[in-house]
């Protein structure tokens, strides 16, 4: 089995190709204005670096959100046109859960944290115990203040990361005191890598969908959708 994975739903755009070995191949390129540009180019190259002619590949994996719906939008329709072309199965990966995988491992809570804006993150909680990182609350849109008081609940050191890291960390080191962990820089990020690996064991349990099943998993409304309800609902 072979997967393409790809992850856009952040400033940073990244594709792998994931077998049973592990990782063949990965890209990465960090400009958010330029993923539309940058996917299709980098596709080919994962897929020429890993000697992995398309016909091999058993699916394509692509981040499902939350995240930039820019972004979100850009990845999901690169992902579901070559799946519609090649004839193949599609799995959204949540991004919050690529954020968390490769702290699967670690054997405790592990929370990423993507910046919303608004002055709210998109979170969840992964509990990370023999390697599968479980996600135990969220996902959801919280503000900082709400989020620290949701890991305090817990009672256990949590490790923090993600772009919203920077933005909020500060804060919720302040609430959380020792409780909380804040992770190296390079984990800012969920990697195409990620999204293949989640994307290769969905699909060795038979969760892949025709790709125009496929839908973003935005948990908040956009600012068009939210303009669009004020003027259109009554008391909007």
Not at 73 to 95: D, E, F, N
């Amino acid at each position: 089995m072979f997967v393409l994975g790809v992850e856009s739903a952040t400033p940073v755009a990244s594709v792998a190709v994931a077998g049973q070995g592990g990782i063949l191949a990965e890209r990465m390129v960090l400009n958010r204005r330029t993923h539309s540009v940058n996917l299709l180019p980098m596709l080919k190259a994962v897929l020429e670096e890993s000697e992995i002619d398309r016909r091999k590949l058993t699916g394509i994996a692509v981040s499902g959100g939350p995240g930039s719906f820019t972004g979100l939008r850009i990845g999901m329709s690169t992902a579901k046109a070559l799946a519609w072309v090649w004839g193949l199965p599609v799995v959204g990966i949540s991004t919050l859960t690529a954020l968390a995988h490769p702290l699967a491992g670690s054997g405790g809570l592990v929370c990423p944290i993507l910046n919303a804006r608004k002055n709210e993150v998109y979170t969840a909680i992964y509990d990370c115990q023999g390697g599968v990182a479980n996600c135990i609350q969220g996902p959801a849109a919280v503000g900082p203040s709400r989020l620290a008081e949701i890991i305090l609940e817990f009672k256990r050191p949590v490790t923090l990361l993600g772009d919203g890291v920077p933005v909020y960390g500060a804060q919720l080191r302040d609430a959380l005191g020792s409780m909380a962990r804040l992770a190296p820089q390079a984990a800012s990020f969920p990697r195409g890598a990620a999204v293949a690996e989640l994307g290769l064991a969905a699909l060795r349990e038979g969760r892949g969908i025709d790709p125009s099943a496929l839908q973003p998993e935005y948990i908040r409304p956009s600012e068009a959708e939210l303009t669009w309800l004020r003027k259109n609902c009554p008391g909007g």
